[in-house]
């Protein structure tokens, strides 16, 4: 049995990918996209029709310019989402626009626009996860969005106070970054971190036994990893997402994961129970500098992904424009 076989036994397994030929191979539950990864797809001869498709759909509303340039985007990550849900079994998460990461209101309008994109294409709101940054403003609006049945994923998280303001707003899924939580500790104390000891892997284990044991349904998925020895010191969360460089290690080395995570060992923590309101979340998350360096780094990077994006998009639309 190959070690990836054997953590599916235990672990919901995601893939970490835009990569459609990838999912084939590894047959994850789920899957995950964020704009780097789609930039990547769309430029594969392969794909190449579900780029003209968003294309079509984008002229025919008769737009211009940037908001042109956004419909296409929107669409393209619908078609891509699409032809994903063909393969994999359960859900796909589309992110909304990390320049939206500090406006409640704008991303609960594009999470309604994405969302009704899938159902006109008769993709059920179930099998999707609008995925938003894990900011105040950003919690908030998965709170108001899973009220209406858009279930929600939420990304660039860090600290211990995201966790539990995402579990309080009753979001379907949070995305705990494991590798950039090591790589935070890595580059200050400049020295490799022993596998017990990794950093990333102790953040999500605590917000896993602090759901567990006060029974918050919102489930963990631990991401951006950097070694096979961070996904297998999670074995039993309830879901990893898992790039194709990774899945496919722990697809050619045999052996049997024992569950790292489980919820009598939850049931058995210490962690205190805490409420949090606006101030004392802003508070306890600044009190972790590492998680205000790495949110900000993160919305950043995501931020400059999406231009990347659009840059790439807006190259597609002159060009259809131009043949015309």
């Given at each position: 049995?190959?070690?990836l076989?054997?953590l599916?036994?235990v672990?919901?397994v995601?893939?970490?990918?835009?990569?459609?030929?990838?999912m084939?191979q590894f047959r994850p539950q789920d899957?995950?996209t964020?704009p780097?990864?789609?930039?990547?797809?769309?430029?594969q001869?392969a794909?190449?029709?579900l780029?003209e498709a968003a294309?079509a759909?984008a002229?025919r509303?008769g737009?211009?310019?940037a908001r042109r340039?956004?419909?296409?985007?929107d669409?393209?990550?619908?078609?891509f989402g699409?032809?994903?849900?063909k393969?994999?079994?359960?859900?796909v998460s589309?992110e909304v626009d990390a320049?939206?990461s500090f406006?409640t209101?704008?991303?609960i309008?594009?999470?309604?626009?994405l969302?009704?994109?899938?159902?006109?294409a008769?993709i059920?709101?179930?099998?999707?996860?609008i995925?938003v940054?894990s900011?105040?403003?950003?919690?908030?609006a998965?709170a108001?969005l899973?009220?209406?049945?858009i279930?929600?994923n939420l990304?660039?998280?860090?600290s211990?106070a995201q966790?539990?303001?995402?579990?309080?707003?009753?979001?379907?899924?949070i995305s705990?970054f494991?590798g950039r939580i090591y790589?935070?500790?890595?580059?200050?104390r400049?020295a490799?971190?022993?596998t017990?000891?990794?950093?990333g892997?102790?953040?999500v284990?605590?917000?896993?036994?602090y759901?567990?044991k006060?029974?918050?349904?919102?489930?963990?998925?631990?991401?951006s990893?950097?070694r096979?020895?961070?996904i297998?010191?999670?074995?039993?969360c309830d879901?990893?997402?898992i790039?194709?460089d990774l899945?496919?290690a722990?697809?050619?080395?045999d052996?049997?994961?024992?569950?790292?995570l489980t919820?009598?060992?939850?049931r058995?923590?210490?962690e205190?129970?805490?409420?949090?309101?606006?101030?004392?979340?802003r508070?306890l998350?600044?009190?972790?500098?590492?998680?205000v360096?790495k949110?900000?780094d993160g919305?950043?990077?995501?931020y400059e992904?999406?231009?990347?994006?659009?840059q790439?998009?807006?190259s597609?639309?002159?060009?259809?424009?131009?043949?015309?």
């Amino acid at each position: 049995m190959s070690l990836l076989d054997s953590l599916k036994r235990v672990t919901t397994v995601v893939a970490d990918t835009g990569d459609i030929e990838a999912m084939r191979q590894f047959r994850p539950q789920d899957a995950t996209t964020n704009p780097s990864l789609l930039l990547k797809a769309a430029q594969q001869p392969a794909y190449r029709p579900l780029v003209e498709a968003a294309l079509a759909d984008a002229d025919r509303l008769g737009l211009a310019g940037a908001r042109r340039t956004e419909a296409f985007m929107d669409r393209l990550a619908v078609n891509f989402g699409r032809e994903i849900l063909k393969i994999v079994p359960g859900r796909v998460s589309t992110e909304v626009d990390a320049r939206l990461s500090f406006d409640t209101v704008a991303t609960i309008a594009k999470a309604r626009e994405l969302i009704a994109l899938y159902e006109q294409a008769g993709i059920a709101r179930e099998r999707i996860l609008i995925k938003v940054g894990s900011t105040w403003e950003g919690i908030r609006a998965a709170a108001d969005l899973e009220r209406e049945g858009i279930h929600c994923n939420l990304t660039l998280l860090f600290s211990f106070a995201q966790a539990v303001a995402c579990a309080e707003a009753g979001v379907t899924l949070i995305s705990p970054f494991v590798g950039r939580i090591y790589d935070y500790y890595h580059k200050e104390r400049g020295a490799e971190i022993p596998t017990d000891q990794d950093p990333g892997v102790e953040s999500v284990t605590r917000i896993y036994h602090y759901y567990k044991k006060y029974g918050y349904q919102t489930q963990v998925m631990g991401a951006s990893f950097r070694r096979v020895e961070q996904i297998t010191g999670l074995a039993g969360c309830d879901l990893l997402t898992i790039s194709p460089d990774l899945l496919d290690a722990l697809q050619k080395t045999d052996g049997e994961i024992v569950p790292r995570l489980t919820v009598d060992a939850a049931r058995a923590s210490t962690e205190a129970k805490i409420t949090l309101d606006e101030k004392s979340y802003r508070f306890l998350h600044n009190q972790d500098a590492m998680a205000v360096e790495k949110l900000s780094d993160g919305i950043r990077r995501f931020y400059e992904d999406g231009r990347k994006l659009a840059q790439w998009a807006m190259s597609r639309v002159a060009d259809t424009a131009a043949r015309k």
